[in-house]
């Protein structure tokens, strides 16, 4: 439903009669996805940087152990 209201697909009409709810509702849901994309991206984003992060520490710490052997 969301992808077919934010893309235009369909009339929010057309999307209200198909889940039985009043057009409004299928607004508020469209202008709540829309509202919340951003920080949902910025969560994915912030997350994937937290684990290159620990990618990364744990690879400096490897190295550090190969260097210490020789």
Do not use: C, Y
């Not at 992808?3 to 929010?12: F, I, L, N, W």
């Not at 509702?25 to 937290?50: A, G, I, N, T």
Request: charged share 35%; glycine share 4%.
């Amino acid at each position: 439903m969301s992808q077919e209201a934010v893309k235009g697909e369909k009339t929010m009409a057309q999307i209200a009669v198909e889940f039985g709810v009043h057009p409004n509702q299928v607004w508020k849901w469209k202008d709540q996805l829309l509202s919340m994309l951003p920080e949902l991206f910025s969560d994915w984003r912030k997350k994937r940087e937290e684990d290159q992060d620990e990618l990364e520490a744990e690879l400096f710490r490897q190295i550090g152990q190969l260097e210490r052997r020789e």
